[in-house]
């Protein structure tokens, strides 16, 4: 049980967390994406908090930060998911182009 | 290293806990006869016949509920630490908690004068 | 390496292995329903390397709110957007998906070489172990006193914003005509039933 271990989990995570952001063409799947990038990062978080400052954990708390912002982006990102949707009836993100020059 | 307590029971929960889907269906699938007629296909309905698809829209209320859900459930983790620390924070984390709930419960107050709440 | 240790290491590697498959799964499965239960065995997994790594309340924290409410939210909206769309063909795809695979491989790889490379200073003070609620508990009320309340106004904006979002604010018919060249190309908003009720 290596710190390097966890750290390299939490890589892995957050690349295929990058891919599925770029090359997603649902939204949703964009916003599942993301929630994969914060739990990667959360696993760093925590991993640091174990194995160089145990005592103290601040890590942790952080992550419980980061678990909040997350809930709280989902929330207001669907419901900005649902709007576009109400008005252009797609999830196609070729298609939500209304700020595209 | 692993410092934690209690958890050696947790994983023999967890492995007896995961075992039981797999033998449920494993039993019925040796169980059960081999037919495979239109009918077996179809969603089970308590007996009533399926009407439509499964894959509809669905009412936007589903996602109101959700919403407040979620919020108060992240107020539930912060909360919980607090109930457990709360002998060694004394009456200045008893205020500062009750600051925490009365900005969520303005939320909550829109949320239902908004009717978020209301199903009808 | 003694019994407790063989268990664990093999509990990571189970763990670690599921988390890395359905996380794959989230990103390459057509359906996204299957993606969403997935996220779900993602999220669960994740919970369980919390727990090797001695945070059992933010482990319960993460299945409370991920597992227990984000995926929830992320399945009613699936189900609230639920149409068989087949997307447009866009020419050369496979070019962008090539070089975003191509760069994500590179991030690995720069991140996995710094991981392996850099000497680590690993602590040996005592953990807090099972008492990590209650310093969790204390860090909120002393030192991250502010990010905490911060965080119930931060909950309060998302929960209005989301409403306000979700739901329709006005009816149509009271919408006076704007001019044609002040409008985006969206289509005609009709009034449907979510959330709306009469002011009165």
């Known amino acids: 049980m290596q710190l390097e271990y966890f750290l390299l989990l939490a890589a892995a995570l957050f690349s295929i967390g990058v891919y599925g952001l770029v090359t997603s063409r649902n939204v949703i799947r964009v916003l599942m994406s993301i929630e994969l990038m914060l739990n990667a990062v959360n696993i760093n978080l925590m991993a640091f908090s174990n194995y160089l400052d145990p005592g103290a954990i601040k890590g942790q708390v952080f992550a419980v930060f980061v678990i909040t912002i997350a809930a709280a982006e989902a929330a207001v990102g669907l419901a900005i998911v649902l709007s576009i949707y109400r008005n252009r009836d797609t999830v196609d993100m070729e298609q939500f182009n209304l700020l595209k020059w | ?120 | 390496m003694n019994l407790a240790e063989g268990v664990q290491f093999v509990s990571l590697v189970i763990l670690g292995g599921l988390m890395i498959f359905s996380a794959l799964g989230v990103v390459l499965l057509s359906n996204i329903v299957y993606s969403a239960f997935l996220l779900a065995l993602t999220f669960i997994s994740v919970s369980g390397l919390y727990i090797l790594l001695n945070a059992g309340f933010v482990a319960a924290a993460q299945v409370l709110v991920y597992v227990g409410a984000v995926n929830v939210l992320i399945l009613f909206g699936i189900m609230l957007v639920n149409k068989v769309e087949v997307f447009s063909e866009v020419k050369n795809a496979w070019v962008g998906k090539a070089a975003t695979g191509a760069v994500c491989a590179g991030l690995f790889g720069l991140i996995g070489t710094m991981v392996t490379s850099h000497p680590w200073a690993i602590s040996t003070a005592p953990a807090a172990g099972d008492k990590a609620i209650e310093v969790i508990g204390q860090h909120f009320f002393s030192d991250f006193l502010l990010p905490f309340e911060l965080a119930s106004i931060l909950l309060l904006v998302a929960l209005v914003g989301a409403i306000v979002l979700a739901r329709r604010e006005f009816l149509p018919d009271l919408v006076a005509p704007q001019q044609e060249a002040l409008t985006l190309p969206e289509r005609p908003r009709e009034l449907v039933a979510a959330g709306v009720r009469d002011e009165d």
């Open chain 2, 1 to 120: 290293m692993f410092v934690l307590s209690g958890y050696e029971y947790f994983l023999g929960f967890l492995i007896i806990s995961s075992l039981v889907p797999v033998v449920a269906l494993g039993a019925s699938k040796l169980l059960r006869p081999a037919s495979a007629g239109p009918a077996s296909r179809t969603t089970y309905e308590s007996g009533c016949e399926p009407i439509g698809g499964a894959w509809i829209q669905f009412n936007i209320r589903y996602y109101m509920f959700a919403l407040v859900f979620v919020i108060f459930d992240v107020e539930t983790v912060f909360l919980y630490p607090w109930a457990v620390a709360f002998h060694k924070l004394g009456l200045l984390g008893f205020v500062e908690a009750l600051i925490f709930i009365a900005i969520l419960v303005v939320g909550l107050v829109y949320a239902w004068r908004k009717g978020a709440l209301e199903w009808s």
